[in-house]
């Protein structure tokens, strides 16, 4: 069967609570064995229906979900052998941490020594050893959390899911815990399908990143591809800092094409998502690939703008301009020491290759 050779496979899923609006509309997404896969997208965009419906506590209104190739629609939840770390951690507040990790050991009939020792080790793996005989309302939210990911690795699952896992701890700790799981995975060699709605959390994470809007997979590749080719306007918008610059399409050639941005200067871009003349576009750069006061000859596409604010931030200067009537355009000048800035109020030639600004959908 030709869902075999994935971990988990979603074939043609649907999912509507009403009978009338589809959270999740026609989900087509295949999971090797071993991979870090992140659902990412804004609030109400379908992704933690799908982890529902994985983990077996949301059913699909059509479509099939296949994990280790078998058909797992009608299998319940305790029955599919799937690890879950949720935001709220989940952990029973009258039992030990050592409990709580048995918990699921005992209800698959281990033997006592053999609960002992996975325990253990699971604790172990997640620098807790010394918390066993502590109750949850002893510990700090990381460590919770630390406890929640060593429950649902302690029965050795293959596959495991993160709903928002990180999403209660502060940013210092959320940056080491996202080390952490990531260590853990290279490690174990789990399958891990992740969701959050966090883009750097994403990044930092993944071996692919699933974007998600409206109930449809927008673009699903590596961190690099999404955050370099951004396939339409709402993945380049909702991964990293981007700028954009409205216009319309003059011309298109060999996958290039020419366009009058709404002030009336003309630039090239990569044709990625328009194919036809005279349609509008957005285009899509990222702010580090934009020069300041470029060499013309060098440089393929040169602009005008005019500095409105400019931000020290140590390693680089944001510098926030107007641009082709958006006065949101970033640049960020890489701080050399050599003393040389510009001024608030000036007006300056910046500049871009050709292949770093892509034509996309006006939306």
């Given amino acids: 069967m030709e869902t075999q050779q994935y971990h988990v496979s979603f074939k043609g899923v649907q999912k509507s609570y009403d009978g009338v609006r589809l959270v999740v509309k026609d989900l087509n997404l295949d999971i090797e064995k071993g991979e870090f896969v992140t659902m990412l997208g804004?609030?109400?965009s379908g992704k933690t229906t799908c982890l529902m419906m994985l983990a077996g506590f949301e059913t699909a209104t059509q479509g099939e979900i296949y994990y280790n190739g078998k058909p797992v629609n009608n299998i319940p939840p305790h029955k599919r052998g799937i690890g879950m770390v949720f935001q709220n951690y989940a952990l029973f507040p009258h039992?030990?941490?050592?409990k709580n990790l048995a918990f699921p050991l005992k209800v698959r009939k281990l033997g006592k020594e053999e609960v002992d020792q996975a325990v253990l080790d699971a604790l172990d793996m997640v620098q807790m050893k010394d918390f066993v005989d502590r109750y949850p309302g002893q510990l700090?939210?990381?460590q919770k959390q630390r406890v929640a990911l060593a429950r649902a690795l302690v029965f050795k699952p293959e596959l495991v899911l993160m709903d928002e896992p990180l999403g209660a701890l502060d940013k210092q700790l959320r940056e080491q815990m996202q080390y952490e799981i990531k260590k853990i995975h290279d490690k174990l060699g789990v399958s891990v399908v992740y969701v959050t709605h966090d883009q750097s959390e994403a990044l930092t994470m993944s071996d692919r990143i699933a974007v998600?809007?409206?109930?449809i997979i927008q673009q699903i590749a590596p961190p690099d591809d999404l955050y370099e080719r951004p396939d339409n306007s709402f993945v380049?918008?909702?991964i990293g800092?981007?700028?954009?610059l409205r216009g319309t399409v003059d011309s298109i050639d060999e996958g290039v094409s020419g366009v009058t941005l709404d002030d009336g200067q003309k630039v090239m871009a990569l044709a990625v998502n328009v194919d036809e003349v005279g349609v509008p576009t957005m285009l899509s750069i990222r702010p580090e690939r934009v020069v300041i006061n470029p060499d013309e000859d060098k440089m393929t596409q040169t602009v005008d703008g005019h500095v409105e604010q400019l931000i020290y931030l140590?390693?680089?200067?944001r510098c926030r301009m107007t641009v082709a009537g958006n006065s949101e355009f970033i640049v960020k000048i890489p701080n050399a020491g050599d003393g040389k800035m510009l001024e608030v109020g000036q007006n300056i030639r910046i500049g871009w290759m050709t292949g770093d600004?892509?034509?996309l959908d006006a939306d």
């Fill in 42 to 44: 804004p609030s109400g």
């Fill in 95 to 98: 039992m030990t941490v050592g």
């Fill in 140 to 142: 700090s939210g990381g």
């Fill in 212 to 215: 998600f809007e409206d109930g």
């Fill in 236 to 238: 380049a918008q909702f």
């Fill in 241 to 244: 800092e981007n700028n954009t």
């Fill in 314 to 317: 140590g390693d680089h200067i």
């Fill in 357 to 359: 600004c892509r034509a």
